[in-house]
């Protein structure tokens, strides 16, 4: 028997479609507390609360992206350290785990669209936010050019045409128009395309790094520790830390899970299972990948001197055949594409966070939400439109965008630890995490971890690795990285741009209660 009941169509209702109203009320009740959380906290969104931690966690995951992190900087890698640069990616995974775990704290008690912008704010105040983000910001430009570029070359050996300048150029800018395109179309599509780039991404590295090791190994695992085929007048460490510098790379992204967080239902609970999601299945993919790689190598010799430029394209291509490396070609492209489309939207989500507060110029317009698709399009413009004047300078300026772009990751990392000490502060000052997510008695614990890694990674990124070579070499990232804190600080004392705003700040330690009621 089926039970009915009138509904005010006075059309009767079959169980299933009673249990689809109350899955349905049961969501709205969900946006409901998520909507009143996020007015104690200060803020009314206009973002349709519509991606699911799956697809929240994809985001995460398409924006580390396994695949692009270790296609496009394993050659440098494996020359510096050899086959045990493999183990860098475990040992990174689990620092930047350390850092994951901190911000899933955060995120819990303050799930507020912008992800470290905020996060910065509430913990330590107005002004260590202000720079916290203004790093961040430009960091995720230079990755997005830095991408764009980077995946020039493989289109031009998919279609047989030659990588240059003007090509790499081109291609690199119709590529940030598209995703522009793309991430203007709303949530529900950002969603759907982060989602398929992640299936992509994750089946193709399972399957290339599972056919290389079945059919392709000519090296057998003791390599992982053979530490004589790099050549070194010393210790073998120096060489094995500035092999790290590919997995440091590689482990970022998870922050981009909070970075939306008022587009994600139940995000106290949700984005800190999908960080930390993002680190275990993005990392275990990564380092699946560069171990296939590492023991594919025919000739380590020909690689380390040089001759072999391109060890990668030239294992797939013995291994898989002309067909078989154009698939996985493909493959890589879907990643770079929704990596790109991923650091835009999370770029964009920062400004408009930014701009919410009226914490930067032109905020009026910055925190417009597109009335059609609900999401934030003249910061999605501009956060397009910077990475592609990054990347056309690359006509002009090769050498410079180089240096450029090698910011991004040191950026990101003073940004990331900006947080953790600020999280530690913080606790100094008696904040107890109140959100769903704590790691309870285990939290200064991990804060120091986390900070005590995070201060390494920084300085092992900004070591000079050859000093024979000309300063200006040697140090163009550390004098970029001083740069952008010298402008970004003269511009905050002569601007004062943390004095616009009523936003609460440096609330944090107050407690729950009373930071809500402020």
């Not at 070591?463 to 004098?479: C, E, G, K, T």
């Amino acid at each position: 028997m089926i039970a009915t009941l009138k509904s005010a169509g006075d059309r009767p209702l079959t169980n299933k479609a009673l249990r689809e109203n109350r899955v349905s009320d049961h969501s709205a009740m969900g946006v409901d507390q998520d909507a009143e959380q996020l007015k104690a906290l200060g803020y009314v969104s206009h973002f349709d609360r519509t991606m699911s931690k799956w697809e929240n966690f994809s985001l995460g995951f398409t924006y580390l992206s396994p695949v692009v992190g270790v296609y496009t900087i394993f050659t440098s890698a494996f020359i510096a350290g050899g086959p045990p640069m493999w183990w860098t990616y475990i040992g990174v995974g689990l620092g930047q785990l350390m850092v994951c775990l901190i911000f899933g704290e955060i995120v819990s008690q303050f799930p507020i669209s912008g992800g470290l912008y905020p996060w910065a704010r509430r913990l330590m105040g107005k002004r260590w936010a202000w720079m916290a983000g203004w790093v961040y910001a430009w960091a995720l430009c230079c990755t997005m050019a830095g991408v764009a570029t980077g995946v020039a070359p493989y289109l031009a050996q998919l279609f047989g045409l030659d990588s240059t300048p003007f090509a790499t150029t081109v291609i690199a800018l119709v590529l940030i128009a598209m995703t522009t395109a793309l991430n203007l179309s709303g949530t529900r599509l950002l969603a759907r395309v982060a989602m398929f780039g992640f299936i992509c991404e994750l089946v193709g590295a399972i399957v290339v790094g599972g056919y290389l090791l079945l059919f392709a190994r000519h090296q057998p695992l003791k390599v992982l520790i053979d530490t004589s085929i790099v050549h070194t007048s010393g210790s073998y460490w120096p060489a094995f830390l500035a092999s790290s510098l590919a997995a440091m790379f590689c482990y970022y992204g998870f922050e981009a899970c909070g970075d939306v967080a008022e587009e994600t239902p139940d995000a106290s609970r949700m984005i800190p299972k999908a960080m930390r999601m993002t680190i275990y299945i993005g990392g275990a993919a990564a380092t699946w990948v560069c171990l296939a790689f590492v023991l594919s190598i025919s000739d380590f010799g020909a690689v380390i001197s040089g001759t072999d430029k391109d060890p990668i394209v030239t294992l797939l291509r013995a291994a898989m055949g002309e067909v078989g490396f154009r698939a996985v070609i493909v493959v890589v492209l879907v990643s770079f594409i929704s990596c790109l489309l991923s650091l835009q939207a999370a770029a964009s989500r920062l400004i408009f966070a930014y701009a919410r507060d009226q914490m930067i110029l032109g905020s009026k317009y910055l925190s417009r939400m597109s009335p059609g698709h609900h999401v934030p399009a003249t910061a999605l413009i501009v956060m397009g439109a910077i990475p592609a004047l990054i990347a056309l300078s690359a006509l002009w300026l090769q050498d410079a965008i180089a240096t450029i772009i090698s910011f991004a990751a040191i950026g990101i990392y003073i940004s990331f630890q900006m947080i953790v000490l600020a999280a530690l502060i913080a606790r100094g000052k008696g904040w107890r995490p109140a959100g769903p997510f704590t790691l309870g008695t285990w939290g200064w614990f991990v804060n120091l971890l986390a900070l005590a890694y995070g201060v390494g990674a920084i300085v092992n990124i900004l070591w000079a690795r050859n000093p024979n070579d000309p300063w200006y070499s040697n140090y163009a990232m550390l004098v970029t990285t001083a740069g952008v804190l010298v402008l970004g600080g003269i511009y905050m004392v002569a601007a004062k741009p943390y004095e616009h705003g009523l936003a609460p700040a440096g609330d944090a330690h107050l407690g729950a209660s009373a930071a809500q009621r402020r």
